[in-house]
């Protein structure tokens, strides 16, 4: 079932900006999980964050958790055209269910 | 490890022909996923498996549809007859737990299309 939505639901941007993007769940969960979809492919793990972390970094993306607000960021800096694609976010809990919520963030980064 | 396999990548089939999609999960991962992408619907769970038994299975749309683990290393989801509202793109992921926690991977997707 799903938990939450991510928005905006579509960000469009110039090349160089910063781009946030934000999800939203329901229920406790043992962590997040931030995935990639570039248009006709699959779905690329980005980055994970555990329930008991706050902030997250794996190159120009920065990822934020808010249990207590049950909602999470994830932040691209300095972006770049190949980074054209929506982003999707995932909850695990503790028993290993995965659910992916939303229809995502379409993101445009205009050259 | 070659990731999550799925074959075929594109299937083209006429309506009310059955149709098999394949899955390799990453070894040693004990959940499998399958899911379904359409623009109208976006990603849709339908079913999920624990240790090769199903335990989820509500998100399958209709009896036509069934999906089958026979060992930790297969898995399959047959849609039997199929019809031309069945045209997605199928995903298969497995899950497998990490120091940070369960996380999830995704094959990249079996493209149905049903004339």
């Known amino acids: 079932s799903q938990q939450g939505e991510e928005d905006p639901q579509a960000l469009s941007i110039q090349e160089g900006e910063n781009a946030t993007m934000n999800c939203s769940y329901k229920?406790?969960?043992?962590?997040l999980q931030w995935y990639r979809q570039n248009s006709g492919r699959g779905l690329v793990h980005l980055i994970l964050?555990?329930?008991?972390?706050r902030e997250k970094h794996s190159g120009r993306l920065r990822v934020t958790l808010d249990t207590s607000k049950k909602s999470s960021s994830l932040l691209i800096t300095a972006s770049r055209a190949a980074d054209t694609a929506s982003y999707f976010c995932?909850?695990?809990?503790?028993?290993?269910?995965?659910?992916?919520f939303g229809p995502g963030t379409r993101l445009s980064v205009l050259p | 490890d070659a990731g999550v396999i799925q074959s075929p990548r594109h299937e083209v089939t006429e309506m009310g022909q059955e149709v098999t999609l394949r899955c390799k999960p990453i070894?040693?991962?004990?959940?499998l996923f399958w899911y379904r992408q359409t623009m109208m619907r976006g990603l849709e769970l339908l079913i999920y498996?624990?240790?090769?038994?199903?335990?989820?299975d509500s998100g399958m749309p209709e009896d036509r549809f069934s999906a089958k683990m026979p060992n930790a290393s297969f898995s399959t989801l047959k849609i039997q007859p199929s019809e031309p509202r069945d045209s997605a793109v199928y995903f298969c992921?497995?899950?497998?737990?990490?120091?940070?926690?369960?996380?999830?991977?995704f094959g990249p997707g079996t493209r149905l299309t049903v004339l």
């Open positions: 992921a497995s899950t497998g737990w990490t120091s940070g926690g369960y996380e999830q991977f």
């Open positions: 229920t406790s969960i043992n962590n």
């Open positions: 964050i555990r329930s008991n972390e």
């Open positions: 995932a909850t695990a809990d503790n028993y290993g269910q995965n659910f992916v």
């Open positions: 070894s040693g991962h004990d959940y």
């Open positions: 498996f624990n240790n090769n038994v199903p335990i989820d």
